[in-house]
């Protein structure tokens, strides 16, 4: 598995929340993409030029962009991590939940899947995070909806 950046993975989140979870839409415009980001839609267009030549995004310039079957893999786990952080963060070392975002932004890109499981596990299997968010399973499956 190819290693992303910090900013590819944060892009591809964006379009995750963007699309499948928030908008429950299958694509998302570039200067929809730059305001959720906070940056400028010329370099959101570069940034997605570069998702779809690793194959994790579908864009054409000036168009709307989805993620491919691989790129929501990537987003879903990406998302995992955050909300397992959120909650441990929370729960375990006292944070308030206001507090927890910014931390756990950073330690999202830790790249060690044993890490994640373990800390999952260790938290008991959580399905929902801090702000009441789902936290999908070690396999990208979501809880069931209550």
Do not use: C
């Not at 694509?27 to 570069?46: F, R, W, Y």
């Not at 950073?106 to 260790?122: A, G, N, V, Y």
């Amino acid at each position: 598995m190819q290693v992303l950046s910090y900013t590819e993975e944060n892009y591809l989140k964006g379009l995750f929340k963007l699309t499948i979870e928030v908008g429950e839409k299958e694509e998302a415009g570039t200067n929809e993409i730059a305001a959720h980001l906070g940056v400028k839609p010329a370099s959101v267009n570069d940034m997605l030029k570069k998702l779809k030549d690793k194959k994790l995004i579908q864009y054409e310039r000036y168009g709307k962009s989805s993620l491919t079957k691989e790129g929501k893999k990537r987003a879903i786990e990406i998302v995992r991590k955050h909300r397992l952080w959120e909650t441990f963060l929370h729960e375990k070392l006292a944070f308030n939940w206001d507090e927890v975002h910014e931390v756990a932004e950073q330690l999202e890109h830790i790249q060690s899947k044993k890490l994640i499981d373990k800390l999952d596990q260790f938290l008991q299997y959580p399905s929902i995070d801090p702000h009441g968010d789902p936290i999908p399973d070690a396999k990208g499956e979501w809880p069931p909806k209550t």
